[in-house]
């Protein structure tokens, strides 16, 4: 026992041992919720991961003890890219309607519903398997007549989708996703190219055009400035 309520037990078997874990909430009159941690490291050398020594033990279990404690059970550690995004979605665009007054689409979801949903390679991967090259790969996939700025702005969106998941499933998830994040989504492609039409650089006006903005804009100013 770690303390009340939170157990750490080592359970030998016909092939070596394993380190199972136990909490049960204060003042609960249950058994509470075991969770099998690992095999130790009896036959085979400790690597931190499926074979745990003592120490790597007793930190896995703690770390599930606080999710536990927290209401950590109903954590997804299977969550997939479909639902992080469809999460996000829903919640940018109770944000986007509140803002307007009127039930309304989100820029997430113009830019992640044609782009990222639609692309099953890469929705149905779980984040806990998601890797640099699953995100990669899905830059390489985006629409080629997609201007590079544009394809940055979704790549943006998918980015701030994946971190919000991060930061509410952090202890569900592989502690170095956000690496993950920050690497796979770093762009693949040009943000800009010279096929890309630029904002109206060095355009000239003529004289009859600048009087009717100055009027334009004197009509608008109700200093007459």
């Known amino acids: 026992m770690i303390s009340e309520g939170l157990h750490l037990g080592y359970y030998r078997g016909a092939r070596g041992g394993t380190w199972v874990a136990r909490?049960?909430?204060?003042?609960?009159?249950?058994?509470?919720?075991?969770?099998?941690?690992?095999?130790?490291d009896d036959?085979?050398?400790?690597?931190?991961?499926?074979?745990?020594?003592?120490?790597?033990?007793?930190?896995?279990?703690?770390?599930?003890?606080?999710?536990?404690?927290?209401?950590?059970?109903?954590?997804?550690?299977?969550?997939?890219?479909?639902?992080?995004?469809?999460?996000?979605?829903?919640?940018?665009?109770?944000?986007?309607?509140?803002?307007?007054?009127r039930p309304s689409r989100s820029t997430a979801n113009m830019k992640l519903t044609p782009h990222v949903l639609k692309d099953e390679a890469l929705v149905l991967t779980k984040l806990h398997d998601l890797t640099e090259v699953h995100l990669r790969g899905w830059q390489r996939r985006l629409c080629e007549g997609l201007p590079g700025s544009s394809k940055m702005r979704v790549v943006s969106e998918l980015k701030a989708a994946l971190?919000?998941?991060?930061?509410?499933?952090?202890?569900?998830?592989?502690?170095?996703?956000?690496?993950?994040?920050?690497?796979?989504?770093?762009?693949?492609?040009?943000?800009?190219?010279?096929?890309?039409?630029?904002?109206?650089?060095?355009?000239?006006?003529?004289?009859?055009?600048i009087r009717n903005v100055l009027a334009k804009a004197r009509e608008l100013d109700d200093d007459g400035c």
């Open 163 to 209: 971190n919000a998941t991060f930061e509410e499933h952090r202890k569900a998830l592989p502690k170095d996703f956000g690496l993950t994040i920050k690497f796979g989504l770093k762009p693949v492609f040009p943000v800009e190219t010279v096929t890309e039409p630029l904002a109206r650089q060095n355009q000239v006006l003529s004289d009859r055009q």
């Open 23 to 40: 909490y049960r909430p204060a003042g609960g009159d249950s058994h509470g919720t075991k969770r099998s941690l690992g095999t130790a």
């Open 43 to 101: 036959i085979v050398l400790a690597n931190g991961d499926t074979v745990l020594n003592w120490k790597q033990a007793l930190d896995k279990a703690t770390e599930w003890f606080e999710l536990q404690e927290s209401g950590g059970n109903l954590l997804n550690p299977n969550i997939t890219v479909k639902e992080s995004v469809e999460a996000f979605i829903a919640m940018r665009d109770k944000r986007q309607s509140l803002r307007v007054g």
